[in-house]
């Protein structure tokens, strides 16, 4: 995008903000500046009061390590928030990080968040009143797949179809999209998160061994595939024997992990067939040439791409940092917000 200079001085005396407020991490794009904060979505909270005691990052790492008082919780399930007051505390965190970026006081920022193709009008509405009452100047709803699309730069307004998949920790979003619209879309409550517990299901079931979901993460993301490796690798998991009670260790392969995450894998490959199954012939014409882009976190398992272009017998591409796909889109939509404003939900609120 050309440099604007009106834009660019508006911005020393505005703060526009797109999130990607997502169930594994939350996002932040400050117009002008990219991606400022990355951090796991999160929040240790005292039992009784309910008092956020820490926030992303520094929450995490509480996990399974924290008193009988305290509580480490994820205010966000399947994308969609499951704790109101802990997600405003969370969005008012990270809004005020945000903007401590700015050189200069500003007002309350104008904010776009990225929300499931899937989530309900009564989710959606939960995320505007989280956004408001975090300190908001005006809130914006634009649909993750959307907002993947144009964070990865994809022709979107054009008349040639173009399809994404973005997947998430706790949702899969697929689009197709030709002129600034949608086509064809699907949202599914699998994805990153739903591959962990695999791991888990899958370790206890063969080992007898209960790891906790963070080994499971740290397994998947070093050596899980969706597609036969050139090198097959091994890893050791540490966790409890459930005959035993005893501390264990055990070796587990990338075949081993392979097989645990079959399931959500070909779930996800059968929505992609099932969409494609019901597209126009001339959009899948075009998809054959331009390829399925995949977006966000789950996009990263090793072999994915390759698997998907075996089974859709088309090119399937990894973005430019997919995980941060949805929080540049989103930002990129309040570059020009009357030009834009047709990828947004059509939900919106503002406060003087």
């Given at each position: 995008m050309?440099?604007?200079?009106?834009?660019?001085?508006?911005?020393?005396?505005?703060?526009?903000?797109?999130?990607?407020?997502?169930?594994?991490?939350?996002?932040?794009n400050v117009?002008?500046?990219?991606?400022?904060?990355?951090?796991?979505s999160w929040?240790?909270?005292?039992?009784?009061t309910?008092?956020?005691?820490?926030?992303?990052?520094?929450?995490?790492?509480m996990?399974?390590?924290?008193?009988?008082?305290?509580?480490a919780?994820?205010?966000?399930?399947?994308?969609?928030?499951?704790?109101f007051?802990?997600?405003e505390?969370m969005?008012?965190?990270f809004?005020?990080?945000a903007?401590e970026?700015?050189i200069?006081?500003?007002p309350?920022p104008?904010v776009?968040?990225?929300?499931p193709?899937?989530?309900?009008?009564?989710?959606?509405r939960?995320v505007?009143?989280?956004?408001?009452?975090?300190?908001?100047?005006?809130?914006?709803l634009?649909d993750?797949p959307?907002?993947?699309?144009?964070?990865?730069?994809?022709?979107?307004?054009?008349?040639?179809?173009?399809?994404?998949?973005?997947?998430?920790?706790?949702?899969?979003?697929?689009?197709?999209?030709s002129?600034?619209d949608?086509?064809?879309?699907?949202?599914?409550?699998?994805?990153?998160?739903?591959?962990?517990?695999d791991?888990?299901?899958?370790?206890?079931s063969?080992y007898?061994?209960?790891i906790?979901?963070?080994?499971?993460?740290?397994?998947?993301?070093s050596m899980?595939?969706?597609y036969?490796?050139k090198?097959?690798?091994?890893?050791t998991?540490?966790?409890r024997?459930?005959?035993s009670?005893?501390?264990?260790?055990?070796?587990i392969?990338?075949v081993?992990l392979?097989?645990?995450l079959?399931?959500?894998?070909?779930?996800i490959?059968d929505?992609?067939?099932?969409?494609l199954?019901?597209t126009?012939?001339?959009i899948?014409?075009?998809?054959?040439e331009m390829?399925?882009?995949l977006?966000?976190?789950?996009?990263?398992?090793?072999?994915?791409?390759?698997?998907?272009?075996?089974?859709l017998?088309?090119?399937?591409?990894?973005?430019?940092?997919p995980?941060?796909?949805?929080a540049r889109?989103?930002?990129?939509?309040?570059?020009d917000?009357?030009?834009n404003?047709r990828?947004?939900?059509?939900?919106?609120?503002?406060?003087?």
């Amino acid at each position: 995008m050309a440099f604007n200079p009106l834009n660019w001085l508006l911005g020393l005396f505005s703060l526009d903000i797109g999130i990607d407020l997502g169930t594994a991490n939350t996002l932040v794009n400050v117009r002008g500046k990219g991606i400022v904060i990355n951090e796991p979505s999160w929040v240790a909270i005292e039992k009784k009061t309910r008092r956020p005691l820490a926030i992303g990052a520094e929450a995490k790492a509480m996990v399974g390590r924290t008193s009988s008082n305290v509580l480490a919780v994820r205010p966000l399930r399947d994308g969609v928030i499951s704790e109101f007051d802990i997600t405003e505390a969370m969005l008012e965190y990270f809004i005020g990080k945000a903007h401590e970026q700015s050189i200069v006081p500003v007002p309350r920022p104008r904010v776009v968040v990225g929300v499931p193709k899937g989530a309900t009008e009564v989710e959606k509405r939960a995320v505007y009143d989280a956004c408001m009452s975090a300190g908001a100047r005006e809130a914006y709803l634009i649909d993750e797949p959307t907002a993947a699309a144009l964070g990865a730069n994809l022709p979107i307004s054009e008349v040639p179809g173009t399809m994404i998949i973005d997947i998430g920790g706790g949702t899969t979003e697929l689009a197709i999209f030709s002129m600034g619209d949608t086509v064809m879309s699907r949202s599914m409550r699998i994805a990153g998160d739903e591959m962990d517990v695999d791991i888990v299901n899958y370790v206890r079931s063969k080992y007898n061994l209960l790891i906790g979901e963070r080994m499971a993460e740290a397994v998947k993301i070093s050596m899980g595939s969706a597609y036969p490796l050139k090198e097959e690798q091994i890893t050791t998991v540490r966790g409890r024997n459930l005959v035993s009670g005893l501390p264990e260790a055990v070796e587990i392969s990338s075949v081993e992990l392979r097989e645990a995450l079959a399931n959500s894998v070909r779930t996800i490959i059968d929505m992609a067939k099932d969409v494609l199954d019901e597209t126009p012939p001339e959009i899948v014409s075009d998809l054959m040439e331009m390829g399925v882009c995949l977006a966000g976190g789950g996009s990263q398992l090793q072999g994915l791409d390759e698997r998907l272009s075996s089974d859709l017998r088309m090119r399937a591409w990894v973005a430019e940092d997919p995980m941060t796909c949805v929080a540049r889109g989103a930002g990129l939509v309040l570059e020009d917000l009357d030009e834009n404003r047709r990828y947004l939900t059509g939900l919106e609120r503002t406060r003087g």
